[in-house]
């Protein structure tokens, strides 16, 4: 026996579960398709929660993430009344999440593995040898069960500027054509403009004023911006397996769902699974054992379920300009504006995942 654990796919999740196994005194070892450290080119800038700053620091790894806190959180719709506000001082945390580059991320586990056996350009092998296979591979292509859902959507990403410091504020503003976000990165702010998929392709080659001009007419005159760095794009849709265990094997990360990133869960869900997936096999001697990994796909049912159909209602709710949907969404985000226990419920559930609820 070659090691007791095999991870196929050395991206983040792999990464990060190699790293929470070694904590439980597991052994596993990664195999990647890519040559090592490709995912520390990866240009996304990723919010990640209160919750998996936590997670990241028991790994030993987030002090050595560049990272911008967000403080504030502010919810809007276009073409309404109604907004929502959450503060990191009401629930009682130094910050509700935190602003990062995926590449970092990726350096700093990457240089956390150590002695962990990691063979890069090297696809999955057709018959592994190891107790439990943890298929970490991203995007799901094909799977009997998949669940799949377009929302004909894509993410175009850049870095911007504002006239004034951004305070720590990240802004999600729904508008019909999709949300856009301004995540507070260092001096200035991570975009996410979500649009029409047709379109994303001519939006994403504008010049840097069309550009401008556009974000700024889709997002509002909240945040003042004056200069937009370089464009990328990202397909977005749902695709989930419905059964994360199969025998002997484990789907983690991207392999397991793949989300539309509107309220920036999908990494976050990702460590919640790794936690419990590390605390499940704890101690066991054999770590592919049926009824560990039947315990674990329970416990992390209903987060993840709770996690996509959240995303889910986001986009479908949010992304639409039909007049009774529009009031009633701006009257959700007055009252949950209007009642804290509500928003704190809301915050938290983001902030930790469907079992805090
Ligand atoms: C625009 C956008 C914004 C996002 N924003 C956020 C956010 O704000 N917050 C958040 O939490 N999440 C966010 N996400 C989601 C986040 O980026 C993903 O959850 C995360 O990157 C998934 O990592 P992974 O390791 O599962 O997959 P990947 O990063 O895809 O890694 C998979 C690895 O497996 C390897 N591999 C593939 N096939 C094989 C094979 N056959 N054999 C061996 N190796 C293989 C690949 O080379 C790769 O290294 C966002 C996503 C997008 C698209």
């Known amino acids: 026996m070659n090691g007791p654990v095999l991870i196929i796919g050395g991206g983040p999740a792999g990464m990060a579960l190699a790293l929470a196994l070694r904590r439980k005194g597991i052994e596993s070892r990664i195999v990647d398709a890519r040559p090592r450290g490709a995912a520390k080119a990866d240009a996304r800038i990723l919010a990640l929660s209160h919750g998996s700053k936590l997670i990241l620091e028991t790994?030993?790894?987030?002090?050595?993430?560049?990272?911008?806190?967000?403080?504030?959180?502010?919810?809007?719709?276009?073409?309404?009344?109604?907004?929502?506000?959450?503060?990191?001082?009401?629930?009682?945390?130094?910050?509700?999440?935190?602003?990062?580059?995926?590449?970092?991320?990726?350096?700093?586990?990457?240089?956390?593995?150590?002695?962990?056996?990691?063979?890069?350009?090297?696809?999955?092998?057709?018959?592994?040898?190891?107790?439990?296979?943890?298929?970490a591979e991203g995007r799901i292509d094909d799977a009997p069960d998949l669940v799949t859902r377009d929302y004909?959507?894509?993410?175009?990403?850049?870095?911007?500027?504002?006239?004034?410091?951004?305070?720590?504020?990240?802004?999600?503003?729904?508008?019909?054509a999709g949300p856009v976000a301004l995540l507070p990165f260092h001096d200035g702010y991570a975009v996410v403009l979500t649009c029409p998929a047709a379109d994303s392709a001519r939006i994403a080659t504008l010049d840097d004023a069309a550009f401008l001009a556009l974000l700024q007419q889709r997002f509002g005159p909240r945040v003042r911006l004056t200069a937009v760095g370089a464009r990328l794009v990202y397909p977005l849709g749902l695709r989930m397996r419905r059964q994360v265990t199969g025998e002997r094997e484990v789907?983690?990360?991207?392999?397991?769902?793949?989300?539309?990133?509107?309220?920036?869960q999908g990494f976050n869900l990702a460590l919640r699974d790794i936690a419990e997936l590390a605390d499940t096999l704890t101690g066991a001697a054999d770590p592919g054992d049926p009824a560990l990994l039947a315990r674990y796909a329970a416990r992390r049912r209903l987060d993840r379920l709770a996690t996509v159909e959240f995303t889910g209602s986001l986009v479908r709710l949010f992304s639409n300009d039909i007049g009774p949907l529009r009031h009633l969404r701006g009257a959700g985000l007055l009252a949950l504006d209007l009642c804290p226990p509500a928003r704190s419920f809301l915050a938290r559930r983001m902030m930790f995942g469907a079992r805090a609820w």
Not at 59 to 72: C, K, N, S
Not at 251 to 264: K, R
């Open 152 to 176: 004909g959507q894509h993410a175009v990403i850049c870095e911007a500027r504002g006239d004034r410091p951004h305070g720590r504020i990240a802004w999600e503003r729904f508008t019909p």
């Open 59 to 135: 790994l030993g790894v987030w002090r050595d993430i560049p990272h911008t806190p967000i403080e504030t959180i502010h919810v809007s719709h276009a073409g309404g009344l109604g907004r929502t506000v959450m503060r990191a001082a009401e629930e009682d945390v130094p910050a509700l999440g935190y602003v990062l580059a995926a590449g970092d991320l990726a350096a700093a586990l990457d240089a956390a593995l150590g002695e962990i056996p990691y063979t890069d350009n090297t696809p999955a092998p057709q018959h592994p040898d190891a107790l439990l296979v943890v298929h």
């Open 251 to 264: 789907w983690i990360g991207n392999a397991a769902q793949t989300l539309h990133p509107v309220a920036g």
